[in-house]
């Protein structure tokens, strides 16, 4: 286990800056999400959770594929940017690790993602600050978790202590990083230990995937469905949804193809050219979202699209808590 | 508040068990403090679900349009109930299909600007005598609801429901001291760069998820035209002028029909000071139309109807500009 002051951060970081990109928690009055920083003061590692989860480092909410122009294409993806994520809580880092099934599994490797997921390090920061909103620990998660990290920050004060997890994490790490003390590791453990029993919200997902198997047809979609507004909050803050939609921007023969997210709660999701729309009504378009993540999911990828981050809980408009909604699936 | 919710319940077991809705559109207990969720309840079992406190913010208006042809009662504040007459207005709901659950109303809490003034997690929220009492782990805060109200109600005129068909509680002192457009004033007051720059900032936030129009009961469009695809208005990604062209044309659309009741900005996940937009249109409609929406069943919108009286000053003559007035039309 190594150690750094927080000045030493400061200055660990800022001589990364030479040859990466640092993606880190800043905010906009308030509001936190994963920007490119050019200098320390701009990142405030105190903060909660970003509003925007940092898949978007990755999947870009709208991201230009490739421009044409009179029959020729060219890529938009050539460049090989370095990257550091700096500062991602477990949760996120463990979505990443799903989103990967999807855009970097065996049979299909998408290039823009693999292409910025391979050439960014992440470093992420335990998470002592968990609210009663967070249930990573019910997805196999927890707050000081290593998974999808190639470095893990734990905060104990006046330092951090690094657990380098990954051969790309220690290739960063430089001479600032000393080797911590048995009492600093025996204090981040306890400090690890208490956040791990701060995580109080749990939900049951033993037989939830199962019993959707069988309640396509059931009348709890409908009654689920009445008092969500079909806003796009919940798939949009949401670290592992990841459906998108590829639209030309053009005018005549030159143009741009572009990749933009997407919610399985908007109408215009599968309406057909014909005019058809197999999700017609809110009740299709919130099963899709729930099978999504609680069924088809575990099909091909043997485990549920969800990291018990709480994004969806805190931010949806009409507080549909999706923890109530697993709880009532095992009651239907 | 308590004697409220009772009511509430004891009116709306009457509806179900007399069959004269078969839908109770109101609000149960939320899972997060500071909040409450709307509900739709549809037998006597639930009922003891209802309740009604300083936290239900939403307009439930937004759900009627949904339920057309069923026989609903909706439980509405002073600016939910406008939002019903300007369905009924607008030939979106029928009044005899609405029973109308009215409630005066002081005000809600804009939970978010309680948020920013603790440190830590609020776990508890509770009011009493006026005032907002939350409990966190450590902390405990005290708030004056009148003092963090959100900023919609703060200006807000019609308080009490414009039409009901049950009123619950005594009518109260509607505020006509306060100027209501007091911001836009300010926004109006900045230089076009300055203004810019502002549309800008905030705009630039968005992350087109659209709960400001879902939130929202006049957004009922069956087609946005954002989801237009043939023609194809806006693209879907975050380059500033579809942004731009997305919050303007929103707006626009609102123009003479928005109520004010903030729902957008409180839906609104990046919290987008969305209303100085809508706001500044509901004067101009004011200014020029003497026109507040909401109010009546029996006036038509300002926009949907002509009088020869109407002022022309906003056409251009293509004669050069010359007057006050001319001002007034500029953004």
Redesign the interface.
Known sequence: MKKISKKGMNEFIQSLMADYIILAPAS????FSFKPVSNFEQIDLSYQNS??PPKEVFFP??ETMFNYKNGKVESTEKVKQKKILLGIRPCDARANILLDKVFAGPDHKDVYYTNKRENTIIIGLGCSKS???CFCTSFGGGPFSKEGLDILLMDIGDKYLAQVITDKGREVLNHKFREATREEVRLAEKIKSEAEKRISSRVEIEGIKEKLDRMFEDLFWN?LS??C?????C???CPTCHCF?I?D?AVNSEGKR?R?WD?CM???FTLHTSGHNPRPT?KERMRQRVMHKFNYFVENYKEPACVGCGRC???C?????I??VLKEILEV | MQDVQRKIREEAKNLLAAGRVDLIIGFEEASLPLRASPVFIHNEDDLDMLVWNSFCENNLATYLTKVVGRKVAVVAKGCDSRSIVALIVEGQIKREEIIVIGIPCRGMVDRRKIEKEVEGEILEAGEKNGEVLVKGDDFEGVFKKEDYLYPSCRTCKYRNPVISDILIGEKIKENTEVDEYAEVKEYEKKSIDERREYFGREMGKCIRCYACRQACPMCYCEECFVDSSHPKWIEKGLDSSDLTIWHIMRAYHQAGRCVDCGSCERACPMEINLRFLTKKINKEVKDYFNFETGLDIKVAPALATFSPDDRQDFIDSGEEPAGESQGKTKL
């Open positions: 906009t009055d308030g509001i509003k925007k909410q709208s609210l009663s909103t009654k009445q008092e507004i079909g806003c796009g909050t798939s949009y803050l939609d639209a921007e572009v933009n919610s908007f109408p215009l809110g809980i805190i931010n408009p009409v507080n549909m808590d923890r109530k």
